[in-house]
């Protein structure tokens, strides 16, 4: 029982570059998260999605898009990649909303 | 902004001693949930309390919820080496709409 799987786990982008980061979830939840987290801080919300089909803005959504693709995936995109944009991505999953939420490993991403 | 603020922001102790984390927020919550993240890894439910509870045990950890000071604590007992993480609390506040919003999270080092 994989969980909460991202892929990939590092990656080097150059400022302007595109990249989709990926997360997928085996556990039939209806709710998936985008968060990122910078050095000493807490985890800050960027997308979330309550349910299939549905796709709502978190507290820091500027600079990306995401798409539930079906109940079990659910990917970030970043269209033109800023060094601002440097930080940890995690996914994230809950059967629903305010539920405890289950966590991916993340995405350890660099933008020169 | 962060409805959760954890402290202290560090913490040492000896393994066999207690460690207690404390939360403040500040508007009215749905629930509060506390997470441990292992260094590089994503984060993990332990013990989620809601508002009409004031005390919540799960093994070695003990969680206190004051609604009326709008703070949470939590305690661990007979600290191992293994606990030593990072512990975030997250509110569930009433006016984000079931979202969670996490603290910046106490570092705790439990040396052997």
């Known amino acids: 029982n994989a969980g909460v799987t991202q892929t990939p786990k590092f990656q080097v982008l150059k400022t302007g570059q595109s990249m989709t980061l990926q997360c997928a979830q085996d556990m039939n939840h209806n709710s998936m998260y985008w968060y990122r987290q910078d050095p000493g801080m807490g985890l800050r919300l960027i997308y979330y999605?309550?349910?299939?089909?549905?796709?709502d803005k978190g507290e820091v959504p500027n600079g990306y898009n995401v798409s539930r693709l079906n109940k079990r995936e659910f990917s970030l995109r970043l269209e033109s990649a800023a060094p601002s944009q440097t930080s940890v991505y995690f996914c994230?999953?809950?059967?629903?909303?305010?539920?405890?939420?289950?966590f991916g490993d993340g995405t350890r991403l660099s933008i020169l | 902004s962060q409805q959760g603020e954890e402290d202290p922001q560090a913490l040492s102790i000896q393994e066999g001693e207690n460690a207690t984390m404390n939360c403040s927020y500040k508007?009215?919550?749905?629930?509060l949930q506390w997470y441990r993240q292992n260094s590089g890894r994503g984060l993990v439910h332990l013990i989620l309390i809601r508002s009409n509870e004031r005390e919540k045990h799960s093994g070695r950890l003990r969680v206190t919820l004051d609604t009326s000071k709008k703070s949470s604590s939590l305690l661990i007992t007979a600290s191992r080496a293994a606990d030593t993480a990072s512990y975030f609390c997250a509110t569930d506040a009433n006016n984000a709409g079931n979202m969670l919003t996490f603290g910046g999270g106490t570092r705790l080092m439990v040396k052997p």
């Open positions: 508007t009215s919550i749905n629930n």
């Open positions: 999605s309550a349910s299939e089909g549905t796709t």
């Open positions: 994230a999953s809950s059967e629903d909303v305010s539920q405890p939420q289950h």
